[in-house]
């Protein structure tokens, strides 16, 4: 009489899954490791998240520090610069006081103000102010700023002739324009004769 199989496969036994071979490598379960273990790397990233952190504060720290030394240098520079404009313009001052005091007459009158100009333009010089030369040379939009318009034949058209308030560069850099007066070739006379009709009736 043939066995059942049904019954043979329920009486035989099946294999635990500890008992099933793995192969090398892959053993997928996570290691053992002692809680005492744990803690200590729990412990160790933490040191080491404290460490980083009071790293970058101390950058932060550092940047901010920068800045204010740098904006404080920029102050002083800005006010020693101002110092250094006072101190040059305090002769010419001396020199205004001195002429007040006189009668204010005579050729010394005049050459004693002529000084005080000179003094006054140098002390500005020194500090980067330029006059802008405009007479005699061509009419320059950029430089000048054309006041009136001369019709002449002695000169070529936009020659500046005449300077009625200086200019100014600062630093090479545009101050205030020159307002003078430029020459203009005079038109050409319209010619009242009528056309002549060279057609043909």
Not at 71 to 100: C, H, M, N
């Amino acid at each position: 009489m043939p066995e059942d199989p049904e019954k043979n496969s329920v009486d035989m036994p099946i294999p635990a899954a500890a008992e099933v071979p793995v192969a090398a490598g892959e053993d997928f379960s996570p290691p053992d490791v002692p809680e005492d273990d744990a803690a200590g790397v729990i412990r160790r990233l933490q040191a080491e998240k404290k460490e980083l952190t009071d790293q970058l504060l101390r950058k932060h720290a550092e940047v901010d520090n920068i800045r204010k030394r740098l904006t404080r240098e920029k102050e002083e520079f800005q006010q020693y610069s101002l110092f250094q404009a006072v101190e040059g313009l305090i002769p010419v001052l001396d020199a205004f006081e001195l002429a007040l005091q006189s009668d204010g007459s005579g050729d010394e009158y005049r050459k004693g103000v002529e000084l005080i100009y000179q003094q006054l333009r140098n002390a500005l010089q020194k500090l980067g102010l330029e006059p802008i030369e405009s007479v005699g040379g061509q009419f320059n939009p950029y430089m000048h700023e054309a006041v009136s318009l001369v019709e002449t034949d002695e000169y070529e058209d936009h020659h500046v002739l005449q300077e009625l308030q200086r200019g100014y560069l600062f630093k090479n850099r545009l101050l205030r324009p020159a307002r003078v007066q430029v020459a203009q070739r005079p038109s050409a006379e319209t010619d009242s004769t009528p056309p002549t009709d060279d057609t043909t009736e």
